[in-house]
């Protein structure tokens, strides 16, 4: 189990440096299990950026319904990412329902249907960084609350990645302006709510005070929208200063 959960933050550092470095504020007997289910999340949405064919992207997300499910223990003991996040859901007492939605949501996307509006893509944030978001609170406060702040989160975002351009098979043919817009509003949902998190659970929200930045560029940029750029440093700068102050 312990190189289950190894792979896990390898593959966390590697390809979200920006969750690896907020889950290092998680106390480190926390640590393992965020790493686990970023990096479940990190499989799941690599899969409709890989396949060819739906179908074997179907096939992919099928087997995950099966591993959780618990009906293929033998393929999830060798398949460190399924490995750790079983046993993360059973220590943390997590449910399965948000995961299924996510995977749901995901073999949506295989099908390359457009995310044409704002609501659109901010109900396919909710089904997937809003339930991420949750979901590591409770891995970090199982009595946490914060359905207020995570939905928010979440769209916040979903809508400032696609506004920086992040790869996606749904391509959005939303407005940038409008992007940014709907996501301040969402961001200032999170600052009106804050006071319910508890100080426990606040780790998990920590990369919202990067897309607060990224945003609080654009916004100087004019409503023309370019792609924001943070260096490494500025990001870590940013994510040890809102880990500090308590507030992003």
Same mark, same amino acid.
Do not use: K
């Given at each position: 189990?312990?190189?289950?959960?190894?792979?896990?933050?390898?593959?966390?550092? =590697?390809?979200?440096?920006?969750?690896?470095?907020?889950?290092?504020?998680?106390?480190?007997?926390?640590?393992?299990?965020?790493?686990?289910?970023?990096?479940?999340?990190?499989?799941?949405?690599?899969?409709?950026?890989?396949?060819?064919?739906?179908?074997?992207?179907?096939?992919?997300?099928?087997?995950?319904?099966?591993?959780?499910?618990?009906?293929?223990?033998?393929?999830?003991?060798?398949?460190?990412?399924?490995?750790?996040?079983?046993?993360?859901?059973?220590?943390?007492? +997590?449910?399965?329902?948000?995961?299924?939605?996510?995977?749901?949501?995901?073999?949506?996307?295989?099908?390359?249907?457009?995310?044409?509006?704002?609501?659109?893509?901010?109900?396919?944030?909710?089904?997937?960084?809003?339930?991420?978001?949750?979901?590591?609170?409770?891995? +970090?406060?199982?009595?946490?609350?914060?359905?207020?702040?995570?939905?928010?989160?979440?769209?916040?975002?979903?809508?400032?990645a696609r506004l920086q351009g992040a790869p996606h098979?749904?391509?959005?043919?939303?407005?940038?302006?409008?992007?940014?817009?709907?996501?301040?509003? =969402?961001?200032?949902?999170?600052?009106?709510?804050?006071?319910?998190?508890?100080?426990?659970?606040?780790?998990?929200?920590?990369?919202?005070?990067?897309?607060?930045?990224?945003?609080?560029?654009?916004?100087?940029?004019?409503?023309?929208?370019?792609?924001?750029?943070?260096?490494?440093?500025?990001?870590?700068?940013? +994510?040890?200063?809102?880990?500090?102050?308590?507030?992003?």
């Amino acid at each position: 189990m312990p190189d289950a959960y190894a792979h896990c933050a390898a593959l966390v550092r =590697e390809a979200d440096r920006d969750r690896f470095l907020a889950s290092l504020f998680a106390p480190a007997d926390r640590r393992p299990h965020l790493h686990a289910l970023y990096a479940f999340d990190i499989e799941i949405a690599r899969i409709g950026l890989l396949v060819r064919e739906a179908l074997a992207g179907e096939i992919r997300l099928q087997w995950w319904r099966e591993a959780l499910a618990g009906r293929v223990p033998e393929e999830v003991a060798a398949h460190p990412v399924a490995c750790a996040l079983i046993a993360t859901l059973a220590q943390c007492e +997590l449910s399965v329902d948000p995961l299924e939605r996510l995977i749901d949501t995901r073999a949506l996307d295989l099908y390359g249907e457009p995310l044409s509006t704002v609501d659109e893509l901010a109900e396919h944030g909710r089904q997937t960084a809003s339930a991420m978001f949750a979901l590591a609170a409770r891995i +970090l406060d199982p009595n946490a609350d914060v359905a207020s702040v995570a939905d928010p989160a979440g769209v916040a975002t979903t809508l400032t990645a696609r506004l920086q351009g992040a790869p996606h098979r749904r391509m959005s043919t939303v407005a940038p302006a409008d992007l940014a817009a709907r996501a301040r509003t =969402e961001l200032e949902q999170v600052r009106c709510h804050w006071g319910v998190i508890p100080a426990a659970a606040q780790p998990a929200f920590l990369p919202l005070a990067l897309v607060r930045a990224v945003l609080a560029r654009s916004a100087h940029s004019g409503d023309s929208i370019v792609p924001v750029t943070l260096s490494f440093w500025r990001r870590q700068w940013i +994510l040890w200063r809102a880990a500090r102050r308590g507030e992003l």
